[in-house]
């Protein structure tokens, strides 16, 4: 991070008010170091939505939204997504680097050995009703971790942290394959340790004690494809929760609870859930006008969903990647012509002419595909957002490492425009009643 110039702010009258310094970063937009300004001229920043405020410096992930690119610690996504294992791409979030084969092997093992979670922690998923949906039973329980892990708290500790690394990494999967085993009254599969990461968060979801899972490469690699892609997404709505829970230097489980928490909001991770019910009640390609007519109407709530995003306004790379996988999928299931992926390749054409999309920039997510993907590989439609919460949270844990290790750390305290009633006094018939 250098300073490469300054900007001076003036008022309308040609007073100067102050001057604020210009800082770079390796690549993407300077950004105007405003850290000053309140003490300078008494004002604040205003910028709701934080479509414009870089919240802190950051070394892990780099996203151009004209351009469409994501990059992993300096590796695009493309590139990782073809050659890499999620695992892999966990090492390299986690630790700034790829791991040589010495260094994945020992990473893998480390996370195999801490995939079962306190038999004692079992008991929390009782005190749900079996209906629960599994977003709500997963930020109770990964919240229960904090209940449980306490021998690695010291987060000023680089060692503590990477052990609270591991057992997140290692434990949310078993935590979520519960979430739906639960919600479908069959019994807890425990993790089996020659089976790699996937194909053991596969088999402790599709897997009965009666019948056993054989893994298909195809599907396994799709799993894994879309845990990289929902691997991190510099600081998204979810990220900037963990940070802000974790800058009070609050319990980490705790915080990554607080993370999955934000990601269930359908603007968000919420998604890929509402894609599939979407498609569900569009029902027919003959009634996608219908729909496309719904998302243009101001006076209507409804969004075309898995459309839209924040920062991409070209297209979303990880969208292409997806829809790719899902041909795959698709193709390795015999299901070609799966009504559903049909109509969602209807849509996303008749979309992408339509002027009010054009004009929007607005362009297919990648929650738009990996419903479908998921939906394919025999995951029901509620258990979407737990599966992308199980990729994102190497990124939140990564954010939160980082974090802690910025000299530059404080508690995060955003401040307001206040438009409330100014100061008065409580009238008398208030006073009398005490
Ligand atoms: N369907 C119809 N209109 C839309 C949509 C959509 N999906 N998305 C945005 N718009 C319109 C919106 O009404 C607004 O119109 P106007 O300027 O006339 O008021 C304009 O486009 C800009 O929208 P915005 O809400 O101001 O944009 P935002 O950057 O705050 O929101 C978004 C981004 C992703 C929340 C939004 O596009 C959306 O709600 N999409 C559907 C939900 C979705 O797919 N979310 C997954 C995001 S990708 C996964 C992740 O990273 O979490």
């Known amino acids: 991070m250098t300073q490469s110039t300054s900007v001076t702010l003036t008022s309308k009258d040609s007073k100067t008010l102050c001057e604020l310094p210009v800082l770079s970063g390796t690549t993407g937009p300077d950004v105007l170091d405003v850290q000053s300004l309140y003490k300078q001229t008494g004002m604040f920043t205003y910028d709701p939505g934080f479509t414009s405020t870089a919240s802190c410096r950051s070394a892990i992930t780099y996203i151009d939204g004209e351009a469409g690119v994501l990059l992993y610690r300096g590796y695009p996504i493309e590139q990782l997504a073809e050659k890499c294992t999620f695992l892999e791409v966990c090492y390299l979030l986690l630790e700034g680097e790829l791991p040589d084969h010495q260094q994945l092997q020992a990473f893998e093992r480390n996370i195999t050995l801490h995939t079962m979670v306190h038999d004692q922690l079992n008991n929390f998923f009782k005190g749900f009703r079996r209906d629960a949906h599994p977003m709500a039973i997963m930020v109770g329980v990964v919240g229960a971790l904090s209940a449980f892990y306490h021998d690695a708290l010291d987060i000023r500790s680089k060692c503590d942290r990477q052990m609270t690394a591991i057992r997140l990494l290692a434990k949310v ?3 979520v394959a519960m979430c739906h085993k639960y919600s479908t009254g069959t019994p807890f ?9 996937v194909e053991n968060f ?3 979801m599709l897997a009965t004690p009666c019948e056993e899972f054989e893994p298909n490469p195809v599907l396994v690699k799709a799993l894994d494809r879309i845990l990289i892609l929902h691997a991190d997404h510099e600081q998204n709505a979810s990220t900037s929760t963990v940070r802000l829970a974790g800058s009070s230097g609050a319990n980490p489980f705790a915080c990554i609870t607080a993370g999955i928490a934000c990601l269930w909001g359908a603007a968000h991770g919420g998604a890929n859930e509402a894609v599939l019910n979407m498609l569900e009640e ?6 996608i006008g219908i729909y496309i007519d719904k998302a243009k109407d101001k006076s209507d709530p409804f969004r075309l969903m898995g459309f839209g995003h924040r920062v991409y306004k070209n297209h979303d ?3 292409k990647l997806m829809r790719e996988t899902c041909h795959q999928v698709l193709t390795e299931l015999g299901l070609c012509d799966d009504k559903m992926f049909k109509l969602a390749l209807e849509l996303e054409r008749i979309a992408l002419e339509d002027e009010y999309f054009i004009e929007k920039k607005l362009y297919p997510n990648v929650d738009f595909y990996s419903g479908i993907v998921l939906h394919a590989l025999g995951i029901p439609s509620k258990m979407f957002t737990a599966i992308f919460a199980m990729g994102r949270t190497v990124g939140w844990i990564s954010h939160w490492d980082e974090m802690i290790a910025d000299p530059e750390q404080k508690i995060g305290r955003p401040r307001q425009l206040y438009t409330g009633a100014a100061r008065r006094d409580v009238p008398a018939i208030h006073g009398n009643a005490v």
């Open 173 to 175: 999967p078993t935590i």
């Open 317 to 319: 790379p990880r969208a």
């Open 282 to 287: 569009i029902q027919d390609v003959s009634r």
């Open 202 to 204: 596969m088999r402790m």
């Open 189 to 197: 599969m425990y993790p089996k340790n020659k089976l790699s990461y």
